[in-house]
């Protein structure tokens, strides 16, 4: 079982940035990872995935160009770096290690899920 533990999050204004970690308790390194994130009375929705070796990533179409995934294999960790943030971006966010190798973006093609970090995005 691999505990995961989300930070970063905060309120910020429109237009600022946040990043986002997410360290996990042992090596995920031969697995995807991504982050997902669920809004007041929404379901919970895809955000960013990316693949075991970082070569493949994927995003929600409303945070192409805004958002970046990386990861660091060594130290366990993704990270999610979130630019010219917007009042729609508030939500609480997840990170969780994937049952592939590829950066899947389905959410019941993940296991592992961390307790979220709250991102507020003020107008």
């Known amino acids: 079982q691999v505990q995961l533990v989300e930070s970063g999050g905060g309120l910020v204004q429109a237009g600022n940035s946040l990043r986002l970690s997410c360290v996990a308790s042992?090596?995920?390194?031969?697995?995807?990872m991504g982050w997902f994130r669920q809004a007041p009375g929404k379901e919970r929705e895809f955000v960013a995935s990316?693949?075991?070796?970082?070569?493949?990533?994927n995003y929600l179409d409303s945070v192409k160009g805004r958002f970046t995934i990386s990861r660091d294999r060594v130290k366990n960790t993704i990270y999610l770096q979130m630019n010219n943030l917007k009042p729609e971006d508030t939500a609480l966010y997840y990170c969780?290690?994937?049952?592939?190798?590829?950066?899947?973006?389905?959410?019941?093609?993940?296991?592992?899920w961390g307790q979220g970090t709250q991102v507020t995005v003020s107008s």
């Open positions: 990316i693949s075991w070796n970082g070569d493949t990533t």
């Open positions: 969780a290690v994937s049952r592939h190798a590829a950066a899947t973006t389905a959410m019941n093609t993940y296991r592992s």
């Open positions: 042992r090596t995920a390194s031969n697995n995807g």
